[in-house]
């Protein structure tokens, strides 16, 4: 008929606009924002077969009902059909405008034939460098450029774990088994102008989104795909969730969650959490092959503690490494402790795997920050 998409309008940000607070644009793909926020990361309907030698089967959105509001609404519901080869689904969608934008999202899909991955509630964002992964090219004046920096995760159990992203030089795959988890997504963590010194891209503004469940997803995982990107125009992150069974084909799959488009009120550990990864080291005398990275860490649980409190670091590797050494200390600059790692790579073909997280005699102070260092 000749349209793209349909785009919402809002008074967010002050009574006398109205901004543009959703929109529906391509394949499956929508976005929204929250208030003070610029357009950053992406929502999909589904996503199928991502990251599979086979291909990505993208499915689209075909039909669209809005439901009229009445005078001063505050919402807005919008029902869709989504069709692809393999899949088919209704969608119920409703928009509360705020803050923090809310997407409730209820699905019911059929398979026609069987997938080898159903992506649920997919994130699509875009990672070309930052603080963990500095800029290939010497010539970029800017510090980081990326829609999100991290993925966040919260067990069922209660466990947060953060991993920072990257851009790799293959494609990387990655997940986190969980049963019935508490949330997921992608955020932007770093909040600063300075941290990008873009006055045309604004990062420091793009929102992150927070997945949250409405319904159970029972066992399964959240699946992180990285793909190589040469420049900033391509999405190159996805995260999902995967469950481990699904229906036959003609059997309806169901699934309930809310999406939170969030700026300043991101949905974090109660105790502390990761504010920025950093690879490399300071002078040293004797060169060596070993590798560091500096994770700084923030939050009540840190700046309450009394300057001669013990804090201990809990570093693990997973894969393909060999930890020499770990330190934290107190940050007085942002009140909170800076972890340091030293380790060598066993095998440089070979990804590694790290995990770390701080505690005292009492329990645990933090998120589990999860990294992956991909092969050279």
Same mark, same amino acid.
């Given at each position: 008929?000749?349209?793209?998409?349909?785009?919402?309008?809002?008074?967010?940000? $002050?009574?006398?606009?109205?901004?543009?607070?959703?929109?529906?644009?391509?394949?499956?793909?929508? /976005?929204?924002?929250?208030?003070?926020?610029?357009?950053?990361?992406?929502?999909?309907?589904?996503?199928?077969?991502?990251?599979?030698?086979?291909? %990505? %089967?993208?499915?689209?959105?075909?039909?669209?009902? #809005?439901?009229?509001?009445? =005078?001063?609404? $505050?919402? #807005?519901?919008?029902? =869709?059909?989504?069709?692809?080869?393999?899949? $088919?689904? =209704?969608? /119920?969608?409703?928009?509360?405008?705020?803050?923090?934008t809310a997407v409730d999202v209820r699905e019911r899909l059929f398979l026609r034939e069987r997938v080898t991955r159903l992506g649920i509630a997919p994130l699509t964002s875009m990672f070309l460098f930052g603080s963990n992964q500095p800029p290939t090219t010497p010539t970029d004046y800017r510090p %980081?450029?990326?829609?999100?920096?991290?993925l966040s995760v919260q067990s069922g159990t209660g466990e947060w774990i953060v991993r920072p992203l990257v851009n790799p030089r293959r494609l990387q795959v990655s997940s986190f088994a969980l049963t019935n988890p508490a949330g997921f997504g992608l955020q932007q963590r770093d909040r600063t102008f300075s941290d990008y010194e873009d006055l045309e891209a604004h990062f420091e503004k793009r929102p992150s989104v927070w997945v949250q469940p409405r319904s159970k997803f029972d066992a399964g995982r959240v699946e992180l795909v990285q793909i190589p990107t040469p420049d900033e125009t391509n999405d190159n992150i996805v995260a999902y969730?995967?469950?481990?069974? #699904?229906p036959g084909p003609q059997e309806p799959i169901d699934f309930e969650y809310r999406l939170l488009w969030q700026m300043e009120n991101e949905t974090r550990p109660p105790q502390s959490w990761v504010t920025q990864t950093r690879r490399g080291h300071g002078y040293r005398k004797v060169p060596d092959k070993s590798l560091d990275f500096v994770v700084d860490f923030e939050g009540p649980a840190l700046s309450k503690l009394p300057h001669d409190a013990q804090v201990e670091p809990v570093v693990t590797a997973v894969a393909n490494a060999q930890i020499l050494e770990s330190n934290v200390f107190r940050n007085d600059v942002t009140d909170g402790y800076r972890l340091t790692i030293r380790f060598n790579r066993v095998d440089d073909a070979k990804p590694v795997e790290l995990r770390a997280f701080l505690r005292n005699k009492t329990g645990t102070l933090s998120e589990t920050w999860s990294y992956l260092l991909p092969p050279n």
């Open positions: 008929p000749g349209f793209a998409g349909f785009r919402v309008h809002y008074a967010l940000n $002050t009574p006398k606009y109205k901004d543009e607070v959703l929109v529906f644009l391509g394949a499956s793909y929508f /976005r929204a924002l929250g208030k003070g926020q610029h357009y950053g990361l992406s929502a999909r309907g589904l996503a199928i077969d991502t990251g599979l030698a086979s291909g %990505e %089967e993208f499915p689209s959105f075909v039909e669209f009902w #809005l439901v009229r509001p009445a =005078a001063n609404a $505050t919402e #807005l519901t919008i029902y =869709a059909l989504l069709d692809s080869r393999r899949v $088919t689904g =209704a969608y /119920r969608f409703i928009l509360r405008p705020g803050v923090d %980081e450029v990326h829609d999100s920096d991290v969730w995967v469950p481990d069974v #699904l």
